[in-house]
């Protein structure tokens, strides 16, 4: 059973666009979130967290958005550049535990 | 520092052999976990490990599979024996126990023929 979805495999944008990459959770124990970011043949990076207490998150180019109603996030590039060209991970979880559940990813492809 | 260090990048083995993947947490840090990548599944969190002592393996698949941290700058996953299905790709990951934030190594290519 699934317990964080990432429903769209791929993605393909225009450079200057704006890329949205979406997460569905369900387990409302969760309270911490992160999104990696994944290039061929390397571990995933960190890019952006956020805390349940938060419903918004940003840094840079890159803002976080949860909903904790709907128990949803996503992340959203602004604008995407060819670069952004990655696989994004989403993981949530118990900050207490530091056990993070990932998603099985969505490959963005940002086109130039 | 050099990041988390994997080895062996890649590994081919036949079915039934043992295989062994090792990881270098970065200095300092004190929680460790593995992680394998597959298509269907993403990245499963097999164990993870605070200050030496695994503390959840509940992602452990079989016990063909088991995990070792004898101290804190070394750990090991081994498969024993090994069969096709555990084709994947293993990551280690490292953090500090109070920051939310792991560090990934670049990860072991596992293909079982």
């Known amino acids: 059973d699934q317990q964080v979805k990432q429903n769209s495999p791929s993605l393909s944008v225009q450079e200057g666009r704006i890329s949205i990459l979406n997460c569905d959770y369900t387990n409302s124990m969760f309270d911490y979130f992160l999104w990696y970011k994944k290039y061929p043949a390397e571990g995933p990076t960190f890019l952006i967290s956020?805390?349940?207490?938060?419903d918004k998150n940003e840094d840079g180019r890159f803002t976080v958005f949860l909903n904790k109603s709907a128990k949803h996030l996503s992340l959203h590039i602004v604008p995407s550049q060819p670069g952004d060209s990655a696989v994004y991970f989403c993981a949530a979880g118990d900050s207490g535990t530091y056990k993070y559940i990932f998603g099985t990813g969505t490959r963005l492809k940002v086109l130039a | 520092d050099a990041g988390v260090i994997q080895s062996p990048r890649h590994e081919v083995t036949e079915m039934g052999q043992e295989v062994t993947l090792r990881c270098k947490p970065i200095?300092?840090?004190?929680?460790l976990f593995w992680y394998r990548q597959t298509m269907m599944r993403g990245l499963e969190l097999l164990i993870y490990?605070?200050?030496?002592?695994?503390?959840?393996d509940s992602g452990m698949p079989e016990d063909r599979f088991s995990a070792k941290m004898p101290n804190a700058s070394f750990s090991t996953l081994k498969i024993q024996p090994s069969e096709p299905r555990d084709s994947a790709v293993y990551f280690c990951a490292s953090s500090f126990w109070t920051e939310t934030e792991a560090f990934f190594g670049q990860g072991t290519r596992l293909t079982v023929v």
């Open positions: 490990f605070n200050n030496n002592v695994p503390i959840d």
């Open positions: 200095s300092g840090h004190n929680s």
């Open positions: 956020i805390s349940s207490i938060k």
